[in-house]
């Protein structure tokens, strides 16, 4: 059975930091391209930022420059530190593991809330 179980989220203050992690199991992580997806109250899942098996990564441009994607294929995590984080960051997050033409794979997300 896939799981991705992600931790990390909870209350950061504007400015302030968070790294969220993704833990992957039942599935050949390091075969798959991860990425991290956030969902704000009354919006639509908008993708924050992806990382290929090679390592190539994707941000969206509102958090570019303040995010960065990482993994370890070792310990099959993939990992989302967040700097200077602003109140629009405030979401839940969810991870996403892909592998066409395999199904995607989802996390049951982390939230995330950005206030002083």
């Known amino acids: 059975q896939v799981q991705l179980v992600e931790s990390g989220g909870g209350l950061a203050q504007p400015g302030g930091s968070l790294r969220l992690s993704c833990v992957g199991s039942?599935?050949?992580?390091?075969?798959?391209?991860m990425g991290w997806y956030r969902q704000a109250p009354g919006k639509q899942r908008e993708l924050v930022a992806t990382?290929?098996?090679?390592?190539?990564?994707n941000y969206a441009n509102s958090v570019k420059g303040r995010f960065t994607i990482s993994r370890d294929n070792g310990k099959k995590t993939v990992y989302l530190q967040m700097n200077n984080l602003k109140a629009e960051d405030t979401a839940v997050y969810y991870c996403?593991?892909?592998?066409?033409?395999?199904?995607?794979?989802w996390g049951q997300g982390t939230q995330v809330t950005v206030s002083s």
């Open positions: 039942g599935l050949t992580f390091y075969m798959y391209d």
């Open positions: 990382i290929s098996t090679g390592g190539t990564t």
């Open positions: 996403n593991g892909v592998r066409p033409p395999l199904p995607d794979y």
